[in-house]
């Protein structure tokens, strides 16, 4: 009709949706910002804090006592931190020449031993060794143990922290104190008392000879009770050890 009013209300502004998503968007990013604030400032704090204390407990620890409490086992777990200067350096040398002969002088991680190990797993094999002390430590220490991407990128981060803070004896002496050795046993002063009677720091090369034999696989392996592949590798690490050039060889680890 002509007389009609055509008149029609404006549609409103679109403008406060875009400002609601703005903000939502701004919120998000100030939160990422923060999380990974504090994630490097907890992170670094607490290897600097490692640096100067014992290792009161790791995840595989918990992990262990849980495991024997829900099958009825014992779950006491055999745990006793002795500083570097208190174990015996024939312990120190074993576990680099069983585990990471080039420990002294490479940055937390083997190059060539993680290519080897990175072309055998594409033709279906599996070979140990490819992780270094450094990297064992970082997991132990900071980590969990269930293999992922997520873990693996932190253990990279971890070990680079620990290369730069903590030092080379440092890590030795934390690794010497962590590693399992057996079941709910961990380090070598525990490993020592429970298996020969004596203190960690009396050691024979032998006994750590035995000790470093079982880490690859410490739950299925024993000191006690060795089978033949763990007879047989006694022998190969304390050759490796004299090779090596004796405690010498750890000597001069950098301590910073």
């Given at each position: 009709m002509a007389g009609k009013n055509t008149y029609r209300k404006p549609k409103p502004n679109?403008?406060?949706?875009?400002?609601?998503?703005a903000s939502v968007f701004s919120y998000i990013k100030?939160?990422?910002?923060?999380?990974?604030?504090?994630?490097?400032?907890?992170?670094?704090?607490?290897v600097v804090v490692f640096k100067f204390i014992p290792i009161p407990f790791?995840?595989?620890?918990?992990?262990?006592?849980?495991?024997?409490?829900?099958?009825?086992?014992?779950?006491?777990?055999?745990y006793a931190w002795r500083s570097?200067?208190?174990?015996?350096?024939?312990m120190h040398l074993a576990v680099v020449a069983a585990e990471d002969q080039l420990f002294p002088d490479h940055f937390g991680f083997d190059f060539k031993h993680m290519q080897i190990a990175y072309k055998n797993n594409l033709k279906g094999k599996k070979v140990r060794g490819a992780s270094t002390i450094s990297q064992q430590v970082a997991k132990n220490v900071f980590l969990w143990q269930n293999r992922?991407?997520?873990r693996k990128a932190l253990e990279v981060y971890f070990t680079f922290l620990i290369e730069i803070i903590w030092g080379k004896q440092r890590i030795l002496?934390?690794?010497?104190?962590?590693?399992?050795?057996?079941?709910n046993t961990f380090g070598a002063e525990a490993a020592a008392q429970r298996y020969f009677d004596k203190s960690a720091k009396n050691l024979t090369r032998q006994q750590a000879a035995q000790l470093a034999a079982?880490?690859?696989?410490?739950?299925?392996w024993s000191v006690t009770k060795p089978g033949p592949?763990?007879?047989?590798?006694?022998?190969?690490?304390?050759?490796?050890?004299?090779?090596?050039?004796g405690t010498a060889y750890i000597k001069d680890l950098r301590s910073f």
């Open positions: 679109p403008t406060p949706k875009i400002v609601k998503k100030k939160l990422l910002y923060k999380v990974v604030f504090y994630f490097f400032v907890i992170s670094v704090g607490s790791t995840w595989t620890m918990v992990d262990q006592k849980m495991e024997s409490i829900m099958n009825g086992e014992d779950p006491e777990i055999h570097f200067s208190k174990v015996s350096r024939e992922s991407y997520i002496e934390v690794y010497v104190n962590v590693a399992e050795m057996g079941k079982i880490l690859p696989s410490p739950r299925k592949y763990v007879s047989s590798r006694v022998p190969k690490i304390t050759r490796q050890m004299r090779a090596l050039g």
